[in-house]
């Protein structure tokens, strides 16, 4: 298949919009020193330059400068374009690409050309074939955690991680119509291996690099097409560098570790991008290795990559998370975690309550009462007493504003004891762990008489691991005689 018709496909020019343009857009910000007033940081991704700075308004932008392109490398690509659009060749590797540029820049006699702008021109070819084109360098970036778009008349912003006091930093990317806007997302869509029309207006899916996608096409559900992809790292956080972070502290890792042996279930809860899932994936590595762990999850957000028995199971609503989290429980896993409760799954973690299996989830709620209220109204009252009395500990986890700047921090932790929840960390006054309920009911669990040292000794376990997931692993490995 020729390059440009798979990008026909890819990106899903049809009769059904008005033709999108083939010929080469890039990304320049030739005024970004008179835009900025003051230049926060300035960092390559491959070979585009990326600017953050604040603008004479006071808003926040993520400037891109891609190569410069001249009249001569534009209409070389879009001679070499038309050329691949109208031939066929295999293009199933980068390396079938730089042949065939090659070989039509020998049949229309544009070797000097390709030879000169060699680097610059399969950046390009590259980007708008195999890559996301104008949004290639965003969603390339390892600091960009959201990518989004409210209207296509509007330039889309991003969630950088290093600066999220800004909320969202406005880019210099900008749809130049709506059936531009349009076609991007089909290409989005076909990227995940599904499909977005007037039938169907609205997609939820994962990119192949795993990135979390909504989208919307516009009528009849939004004023405008719009997406938000939520991008996840391949490789999970681990606890040491969320300590280093400044996310918790080593006596939270600790508790968490000993609650996993334990097989109780706990619960992270937080608001919308409060980091809930990344704290849940490290919780998770503090874990035996040899665990069975499944996972039941709308969207692959929790990994552990280096885990033989981990598993994963899929479900796009409650009716399906539930029948998944069903076939789970008869896997017998060590720990059932629920990626995120919205409905009746919560059911299955009353089952892995009775079953013996560790159980964890995340959930949107920001006091104690806010999830006893949520649970209520998802399960009969026989069920909601029983996953309310075993729900063995909550963590909150924010955003917190410290000055100028916005942290992700777990601010309280809460035990529960009989009928109410009892505080035992709290991130201004400190923590009263040994003194819980919950050191005293993991002595029992894990019998342990001397679980106050454990405990001690699992914190100067971690105290002296290097970050680094792997090396977690190995530690893990080594402390369970692996």
Not at 18 to 25: E, H, T
């Given at each position: 298949?020729?390059?440009?018709?798979?990008?026909?496909?890819?990106?899903?020019?049809?009769?059904?919009?008005?033709?999108?343009?083939?010929?080469?857009?890039?990304?320049?910000?030739?005024?970004?020193?008179?835009?900025?007033?003051?230049?926060?940081?300035?960092?390559?991704?491959?070979?585009?330059?990326?600017?953050?700075?604040?603008?004479?308004?006071?808003?926040?932008?993520?400037?891109?400068?891609?190569?410069?392109?001249?009249?001569?490398l534009f209409n070389a690509y879009n001679q070499i374009m038309e050329h691949?659009?109208?031939?066929?060749?295999?293009?199933?590797?980068?390396?079938?690409?730089?042949?065939?540029?090659?070989?039509?820049?020998?049949?229309?006699?544009?070797?000097?050309?390709?030879?000169?702008?060699?680097?610059?021109?399969m950046y390009y070819i590259i980007r708008d074939s195999r890559g996301y084109?104008?949004?290639?360098?965003?969603?390339?970036?390892?600091?960009?955690?959201?990518?989004?778009?409210?209207?296509?008349?509007?330039?889309?912003?991003?969630?950088?991680?290093?600066?999220?006091?800004?909320?969202?930093?406005?880019?210099?990317?900008?749809?130049?119509?709506?059936?531009?806007?349009?076609?991007?997302?089909?290409?989005?869509?076909?990227?995940?291996?599904?499909?977005?029309?007037?039938?169907?207006?609205?997609?939820?899916?994962?990119?192949?690099?795993?990135?979390?996608?909504?989208?919307?096409?516009?009528?009849?559900?939004?004023?405008?097409?719009?997406?938000?992809?939520?991008?996840?790292?391949?490789?999970?956080?681990?606890?040491?560098?969320?300590?280093?972070?400044?996310?918790?502290?080593?006596?939270?890792?600790?508790?968490?570790?000993?609650?996993?042996?334990?097989?109780?279930?706990y619960v992270i809860a937080g608001g919308s991008g409060s980091g809930k899932?990344?704290?849940?994936?490290?919780?998770?590595?503090?874990?035996?290795?040899?665990?069975?762990?499944?996972?039941?999850?709308?969207?692959?957000?929790?990994?552990?990559?280096?885990?033989?028995?981990?598993?994963?199971?899929?479900?796009?609503?409650?009716?399906?998370?539930?029948?998944?989290?069903?076939?789970?429980?008869?896997?017998?896993?060590?720990?059932?975690?629920?990626?995120?409760?919205?409905?009746?799954?919560?059911?299955?973690?009353?089952?892995?309550?009775?079953?013996?299996?560790?159980?964890?989830?995340?959930?949107?709620?920001?006091?104690?009462?806010?999830?006893?209220?949520?649970?209520?109204?998802?399960?009969?009252?026989?069920?909601?007493?029983?996953?309310?009395?075993?729900?063995?500990?909550?963590?909150?986890?924010?955003?917190?504003?410290?000055?100028?700047?916005?942290?992700?921090?777990?601010?309280?932790?809460?035990?529960?004891?009989?009928?109410?929840?009892?505080?035992?960390?709290?991130?201004?006054?400190?923590?009263?762990?040994?003194?819980?309920?919950?050191?005293?009911?993991?002595?029992?669990?894990?019998?342990?008489?001397?679980?106050?040292?454990?405990?001690?000794?699992?914190?100067?376990?971690?105290?002296?691991?290097?970050?680094?997931?792997?090396?977690?692993?190995?530690?893990?490995?080594?402390?369970?005689?692996?």
């Amino acid at each position: 298949m020729s390059l440009l018709r798979k990008i026909h496909d890819v990106f899903g020019w049809n009769k059904s919009v008005s033709p999108i343009r083939k010929n080469l857009r890039y990304l320049k910000s030739d005024k970004a020193d008179e835009l900025c007033l003051e230049v926060l940081k300035k960092y390559n991704v491959g070979m585009a330059e990326v600017t953050i700075c604040i603008d004479k308004f006071g808003v926040a932008r993520y400037l891109i400068n891609e190569p410069f392109v001249d009249e001569t490398l534009f209409n070389a690509y879009n001679q070499i374009m038309e050329h691949l659009y109208s031939s066929y060749f295999n293009l199933e590797s980068l390396e079938d690409v730089r042949k065939a540029v090659n070989r039509v820049a020998s049949q229309i006699g544009l070797n000097d050309v390709v030879q000169k702008y060699y680097d610059v021109l399969m950046y390009y070819i590259i980007r708008d074939s195999r890559g996301y084109g104008i949004l290639d360098v965003v969603l390339k970036d390892d600091n960009i955690e959201d990518v989004e778009l409210s209207d296509w008349r509007k330039p889309i912003t991003v969630v950088h991680r290093d600066f999220l006091s800004y909320e969202a930093l406005v880019t210099n990317i900008q749809f130049q119509s709506e059936e531009e806007a349009k076609s991007y997302i089909d290409k989005l869509a076909m990227k995940c291996g599904k499909a977005i029309s007037y039938a169907k207006p609205e997609l939820h899916g994962t990119l192949p690099e795993g990135f979390r996608i909504a989208a919307t096409i516009g009528d009849p559900v939004s004023s405008s097409p719009t997406f938000s992809i939520r991008k996840l790292p391949g490789v999970p956080i681990d606890i040491v560098k969320l300590v280093k972070q400044n996310v918790l502290n080593y006596n939270i890792a600790s508790l968490i570790w000993l609650i996993n042996d334990a097989k109780l279930f706990y619960v992270i809860a937080g608001g919308s991008g409060s980091g809930k899932t990344t704290l849940l994936n490290a919780f998770l590595q503090l874990s035996n290795p040899n665990w069975k762990i499944v996972v039941v999850q709308d969207v692959p957000e929790i990994k552990l990559p280096l885990r033989p028995r981990f598993m994963q199971f899929y479900g796009e609503d409650s009716d399906e998370l539930l029948q998944r989290c069903f076939t789970a429980l008869r896997y017998r896993p060590d720990i059932l975690v629920v990626g995120e409760v919205r409905g009746r799954e919560i059911t299955a973690l009353v089952r892995a309550i009775a079953s013996g299996s560790g159980s964890a989830t995340t959930f949107h709620a920001s006091t104690p009462d806010e999830y006893e209220l949520a649970i209520r109204g998802l399960l009969p009252r026989d069920l909601y007493t029983m996953l309310s009395l075993n729900t063995a500990l909550m963590v909150f986890i924010s955003r917190v504003r410290k000055g100028y700047n916005v942290e992700r921090k777990v601010w309280k932790i809460y035990e529960r004891v009989g009928d109410e929840w009892r505080e035992i960390y709290d991130m201004d006054k400190g923590d009263s762990i040994l003194k819980s309920y919950i050191i005293k009911r993991l002595a029992k669990r894990l019998a342990r008489d001397d679980i106050e040292a454990e405990y001690d000794y699992r914190i100067k376990v971690l105290e002296n691991a290097g970050d680094g997931y792997e090396s977690i692993e190995r530690i893990l490995k080594r402390y369970y005689g692996l």
